[in-house]
């Protein structure tokens, strides 16, 4: 029988109508018990698989799209083709031509996007308010359908390409990458450089810049080779219509990938040393292993159960020893490359500088952890111990932003099967002595990469790209040979029982005192020293919960050198504790102790079982802190380097950091702190510790699976144990800098160690009422986009812009920020300013109708209810902090933005952003004598002190 064209075509849309039925009936997504959203797996006929989520609870909705095609497959001529790639898409397609459409309406509609590039994979992410999912799928799928690679944008986002190489030609990480890169097997695609630059992203004589891009997306952009994720407030039937119709057309090129094993280093390198000198005082130690792919074996997960013993930090773990004898601060293991081709372990030491001096002892130290693992640490209860785990955070799984989620269910999808998209990575089903011990064997001394990361060693060789410094040297046999003779020190053993893991998981009746209550938290206790919230969740339904207690004393802040004394003090707790800590977070349980400006702040969160065992030992170390002082000395130097290493970050993070220690009058700056540091003695900080514990008063929220009889009882152990009943205590006051209008504006420039000049241009509202708060909120959304396609895209000023909301405290503020690898500090305020000024009439121009998107996209950002126990926890523990005592501070930024017409946001941006009465203030990298005094002269701000006490201030809660 001879089948015409149409009933070929109906046969086959039969059979693909029955596939697809078949696999809507074959796979079942496994989720958790927890999740009441409903998923389907499902394969497009152009062979795209898509996984769909109904919420219809979903606030905003989320899609993700993922392509199992990176850096890796770039042109050997041309590295950095496919991260290129990723940015020309968002700039035009044939059906939306206007290279910002896409971002614009994202952002009108309350949304945000991004992509990155990896090795071996591109991933393309939105999120946007409920209810305009479908236009935003048409935009983004028409990317993948028909981009439009317009010349002009070829050669700027060449720029944009550049300029994000320049923007992190200084970090560490990507640093030592390139030295990796330089020592790799040339055959293998984790050799290449993947980031791009002017250099490797350029016409050459046989083929322009443009050419080989559409080559290259022709080639490798295929349908077959892309996974989806969609999530909406639709059913699934309605998504999945949406998805067909938006996502069919992509073309499948039936790409092929194949896992081919390739050696991750030239052949008979191994065992070798590696020094690399890094820009930052910084000492580390790394020992490398290439090991058998591990990627399909996620069900038992052998290499996470030997990350799991080797990286431990508990007692008897390598860790430990290494820190009782004074040669390491931290210490981490696990899989250090994993890809279609090859594969590694690493374990990392960060050393103090006797560790250095130690660096072989240390590795030996390293190979009898390893061979302890292999004697006495091939457990199956241990092994168990890590799966009841695993199953306690797939059983209780909670909500989390809904672009991260999707992300990352899209990356899922190309390494589990269809039914273990999110179950896989909770995964460990079973434990097998043979399949761990398939990996062990290859960590040894001849199978071995030794990296020594340290500014004191000696180089021959610069890398090509990131120009960092390095020498080769071949391990000698008897060193080999020394690591191989192993006797184990008596302090190395495998971890005990966890005591952390939770047992007692049923949630607590309510009383009846609560029941009904308003979601919001109660004062059950105010005495003079001790506040106590409480709130018992009725929503979430899960046995977690959370304790935040702030110790408050007004000796805190009183100088710089007792704040930098009660950063110590936090810093000796966090250490004597770091055991504690590290088997609570094992067990799904996480405490965080930092300084603020008024205290000391300690946060629990988790498994609700525990907690109170967790707060028990912690505040046990706050009354009676172990002052040894050989964790004192190390410890100092630890935050010593850190505030140097600050001077060497990108610009753009420099400049974010030190808004809150210029504006708050009781915060001082890192240059302020290291003066201090560096002649900190422990018997100073044993006496101040002394006198500060004696001065405290107390705020405590407690929240989740727990009752008031619960919250009390810990209240009483928490004021016995620091003596609360004494006589009261003075609690602090400060403030936020209020700025006054000047022209020019001060300027207070940074001292950074990066090539980048960088500019950020702070704006503050006159006062901060709730009216202020949402007019500068939503001032910032309609700017964003624009602001970023103007200075970044059409400009080329660099690849880091940004405008964000940036409040200090409760003062409401916006931050207009611009690093650039071309253009100087005083051309950067020009071109901010000029952008400023001219859009006071873009923004009296806008149509109303795109004004009340935006207002109804802020409206949802700030109605926005919390998608997790301990997102709203964090919620209401920051009113606390902010003093929203009555908790309504939601609902009244709603009031106030429900009176905002188009009208008065015109008027308030004349006045608080481009008028002559805006209250700004620059924060730069270091300018020149001749910037400071030319045309646009700055008025430096050469005293910081000075300029605090001579402003007024609002309050700081």
């Known amino acids: 029988m001879i089948l015409s064209r149409s009933h070929f075509r109906f046969l086959l849309f039969l059979f693909s109508s029955l596939f697809l039925v078949a696999v809507h009936a074959a796979v079942e997504v496994e989720k958790s018990p927890n999740d009441l959203r409903e998923y389907r797996y499902t394969i497009l006929e152009n062979r795209m698989q898509v996984l769909l989520i109904s919420d219809p609870e979903a606030e905003k909705e989320a899609v993700a799209l993922d392509i199992n095609i990176g850096s890796g497959d770039d042109p050997a001529d041309r590295p950095g083709m496919a991260h290129f790639l990723e940015h020309m898409l968002f700039l035009g397609t044939g059906k939306y031509p206007d290279a910002g459409e896409y971002q614009a309406y994202i952002t009108r509609h309350g949304g945000s996007h991004n992509a990155f590039t990896s090795l071996e994979h591109t991933n393309y992410f939105f999120d946007i308010q409920s209810g305009f999912l479908e236009p935003a799928l048409d935009r983004f799928s028409q990317f993948f359908i028909a981009p439009l690679f317009n010349e002009e944008f070829v050669s700027r986002e060449r720029n944009a390409v550049h300029s994000e190489f320049m923007a992190r030609v200084k970090d560490e990480s990507r640093r030592s990458q390139d030295v990796y890169r330089e020592i790799y097997n040339p055959k293998n695609k984790i050799a290449r450089f993947t980031v791009g630059n002017l250099d490797t992203l350029q016409d050459t004589g046989d083929q322009a810049l443009r050419e080989a891009l559409l080559e290259f997306f022709e080639s490798y952009y295929s349908a077959n080779v892309m996974r989806l994720v969609v999530l909406g407030n639709r059913s699934l039937d309605e998504l999945e219509t949406l998805a067909r119709d938006k996502f069919s057309p992509i073309q499948n090129r039936r790409v092929s990938l194949k896992r081919e094993a390739l050696p991750l280093f030239p052949e008979n390198f191994l065992p070798e040393k590696l020094y690399i000198k890094p820009l930052q005082d910084q000492r580390l130690l790394r020992l490398t292993f290439p090991v058998p792919d591990f990627e399909l074996l996620y069900r038992n997960k052998p290499v996470d159960y030997i990350a799991y013993m080797l990286g431990h930090e508990g007692e008897g773990s390598l860790l430990s020893l290494l820190k009782s004898k004074g040669w390491a601060e931290g210490l981490s293991a696990g899989p250090s490359v994993s890809n279609r081709e090859s594969a590694a372990f690493a374990i990392s030491v960060k050393l103090t500088d006797e560790g250095y001096r130690h660096s072989d002892d240390v590795v030996g130290l390293v190979f009898q952890a390893i061979e302890k693992l292999k004697r006495s640490g091939m457990d199956r209860w241990r092994y168990n111990e890590i799966s009841v785990v695993r199953n306690l955070e797939f059983r209780y799984q909670e909500k989390t932003e809904a672009i991260n989620f999707v992300s990352a269910l899209a990356n899922n999808m190309h390494y589990y099967s269809p039914n273990d998209i999110i179950r896989g990575s909770y995964r460990m089903d079973k434990f097998v002595d043979r399949m761990i011990r398939n990996y062990i064997k290859y960590l040894v001394p001849e199978n071995m990469l030794l990296e020594l990361n340290a500014p004191e060693v000696r180089t021959d060789r610069v890398s090509a790209f990131y120009e960092t410094e390095y020498r080769l040297e071949e391990i000698p046999e008897q060193k080999i040979n020394a690591w191989k003779v192993v006797k184990i020190d008596s302090a190395l053993f495998p971890p005990n029982p966890n005591e952390y893991i939770a047992k007692q998981l049923k949630i607590k009746s309510y009383t009846d005192r609560f029941r009904g209550n308003r979601g919001q938290p109660r004062l059950i206790k105010a005495e003079e020293n001790h506040r106590l919230w409480f709130l018992q969740d009725e929503k979430f339904r899960v046995p977690k919960g959370g304790i935040n207690l702030y110790a408050i004393s007004e000796l805190t802040s009183r100088s710089v050198k ?396």
Do not use: C
């Open 562 to 957: 007792n704040a930098v004394l009660t950063e110590m003090f936090v810093r000796m707790m966090r250490d004597q504790l770091n055991e504690q800590i590290y088997s609570a977070s094992l067990a799904g349980m996480d405490l965080s102790i930092r300084r603020r400006t008024r205290g000391v702040e300690f946060s629990i969160s988790g498994y609700s079982d525990k907690q109170s065992l967790l707060l028990n030992r912690a505040i046990d170390v706050l009354v009676k802190p172990a002052f040894d002082a050989e964790r004192f000395a190390n410890l100092r130097r630890e935050w010593v380097d850190e505030l140097k290493n600050g001077r060497k970050k990108s610009p753009y993070i420099q400049l974010l950091h030190a808004v809150p220690d210029i504006f708050i009058k009781s915060a001082w700056t890192d240059e302020e702190q290291l003066a201090e540091v560096e002649k900190l003695s422990l018997q100073e900080l044993q006496g101040f510790t002394l006198n500060w514990l004696k001065s405290l008063t107390i705020d405590t929220f407690i929240y989740g699976n727990f009752t008031e009889t619960d919250a009390l009882k810990l209240s009483v152990v928490i004021e016995h144990n620091l003596g609360l009943h004494q006589q009261p205590h003075i609690r602090p006051e400060s403030g936020v800098v209020s700025l006054p209008a000047q022209n020019p504006p001060p300027l207070y420039p940074i001292e950074a160690l990066h090539p980048d000049p960088a500019l950020l241009m702070y704006v503050q509202a006159a006062d901060d009422s709730e009216k202020s708060q949402v007019m500068m909120q939503l001032l910032v959304q309609v700017i964003n986009a624009p602001f970023y396609h103007e200075l970044r895209t059409r400009q080329q000023l660099g690849y880091i812009v940004f405008a964000n909301y940036y409040p200090v405290s409760r003062v409401p503020a916006a931050a207009f920020l611009v690093q650039s690898p071309t253009v100087g500090v005083v051309e950067l305020d020009a071109r901010i300013t000029d952008y400023l000024t001219g859009f006071a009439t873009v923004l009296s121009s806008m149509p109303d109708e795109d004004f009340l998107r935006h207002k109804s996209a802020l409206q949802a950002a700030l109605a926005e209810e919390p998608k997790n126990l301990f997102e709203q926890g964090a919620r209401h523990w920051q009113s606390i902090s902010l003093d929203y005592l009555g908790f309504d501070h939601q609902a009244l930024l709603l009031d106030a933005l429900a009176d905002v017409d188009k009208q008065a946001l015109v008027k308030f941006y004349k006045t608080v952003i481009s008028g002559k009465a805006s209250r700004k203030l620059l924060l730069s990298t270091p300018v020149s004598a001749a910037e400071v005094s030319g045309q646009r002269p700055f008025r430096l701000i050469d005293d910081l002190s000075a300029f605090k006490q001579n402003h007024m201030a609002y309050p700081l809660p």
